[in-house]
């Protein structure tokens, strides 16, 4: 398991004295693979030291490689009508979780779709960017999206490419170290909060080991389902502390997409600190689905 699989599952946390990218990028010096031009047949080898809490860091935020535009005006994407079924794993209600040390050497295989004429990082970014913010507006048509205070300064839901070896310097989409993120602060009846998306190639073939793995605060539940297009999905919902709710999906999507859609019940983000400024999180898990699941949400469009 690697950093971006335990960023899949846990989320975001508070800031950690272990510096993970450097840690990263150390083991990828030490291995020195040899990069292969063809990202279909690429494989990255990294070791991982994860000590603590460990998942996206507000230090990879700051490194990215601002690629999106703000979305322009278009009609909303239709929200998906057919439910998640096929319940196969539950986490029991209430589990107090922390993330142990984990040394494990992990190799990462690039989907079919890699292998095909693929978009640039800005390409994809400016596309994700308006379709993300359809597929919001789709679920809360009365939810209003601000710019996040945390990180870099961008629009909301404005992606960004991030590269944690090399910060400002653009990779292919299928590049093994790259990732896509975009954040938003919501303002709703019940308060602001705030939405997170990050969306990479599908690394591995199964999600369903993610609720056997620690998860971040008070873990409230936890379940894989299957989507209407047989996509693998996993659900979770947490206690935060300071009154911070979070729920969070991982969509596995069958077309070579990997999508993680999260909302929280506080305007920045629940690892920075601070209480909660709204009542709940302005999505619903069902609705967090829905976007996850979204045909427009692909790195890898028709």
């Known amino acids: 398991m690697d950093k971006q699989l335990f960023d899949d599952a846990i989320g975001e946390v508070p800031p950690s004295t272990v510096d993970v990218d450097t840690v990263i990028v150390r083991g990828r010096r030490a291995v020195r693979l040899r990069r292969v031009a063809n990202p279909a047949v690429a494989a990255g080898v990294a070791?991982?030291?994860?000590?603590?809490?460990?998942?996206?860091?507000?230090?990879?935020?700051?490194?990215?490689?601002?690629?999106?535009?703000?979305?322009?005006?278009?009609?909303?994407?239709?929200?998906?009508?057919?439910?998640?079924?096929?319940?196969?794993?539950?986490?029991?209600?209430?589990s107090k979780v922390s993330t142990p040390s984990v040394i494990e050497l992990d190799t990462k295989v690039p989907p079919p779709q890699c292998g095909g004429r693929l978009e640039s990082a800005a390409q994809a970014?400016?596309?994700?960017?308006?379709a993300t913010t359809n597929a919001v507006k789709a679920?809360?048509?009365?939810?209003?999206?601000?710019?996040?205070?945390?990180?870099?300064?961008?629009?909301?839901?404005?992606?960004?490419?991030?590269?944690?070896?090399?910060?400002?310097?653009?990779?292919?989409?299928?590049?093994?170290?790259?990732?896509?993120?975009?954040?938003?602060?919501?303002?709703?009846?019940e308060g602001s909060g705030n939405i997170f998306v990050l969306v990479h190639p599908t690394w591995r073939n199964s999600l369903d080991p993610l609720c056997d793995y620690p998860g971040l605060g008070t873990r409230n539940s936890c379940e894989v389902v299957t989507g209407p297009r047989g996509e693998q999905i996993v659900k979770q919902t947490a206690d935060m502390g300071d009154?911070?709710?979070?729920?969070?999906?991982?969509?596995?999507?069958?077309?070579?997409?990997?999508?993680?859609?999260?909302?929280?019940?506080?305007?920045?983000?629940?690892?920075?600190?601070?209480?909660?400024?709204?009542?709940?999180?302005?999505?619903?898990?069902?609705?967090?689905?829905?976007?996850?699941?979204?045909?427009a949400l692909t790195l890898f469009p028709r």
């Open 47 to 94: 070791v991982v030291v994860l000590t603590g809490a460990v998942a996206h860091t507000l230090a990879g935020d700051d490194g990215g490689t601002s690629i999106g535009g703000p979305p322009g005006t278009t009609s909303a994407v239709p929200p998906s009508s057919v439910p998640p079924s096929s319940t196969t794993q539950q986490q029991p209600s209430g």
């Open 243 to 295: 009154g911070i709710a979070m729920s969070q999906v991982v969509v596995h999507r069958k077309d070579g997409t990997q999508v993680l859609v999260q909302a929280e019940s506080i305007d920045t983000s629940g690892k920075v600190g601070g209480g909660a400024t709204a009542s709940e999180p302005p999505l619903t898990l069902d609705q967090l689905v829905a976007i996850g699941v979204d045909p």
């Open 139 to 189: 679920q809360r048509s009365d939810l209003t999206l601000s710019q996040n205070r945390v990180g870099v300064p961008r629009g909301p839901l404005e992606y960004h490419q991030i590269n944690p070896s090399d910060p400002g310097v653009e990779l292919s989409i299928c590049d093994t170290s790259a990732s896509f993120e975009a954040r938003a602060t919501t303002t709703t009846a």
């Open 125 to 130: 970014a400016a596309r994700l960017t308006l």
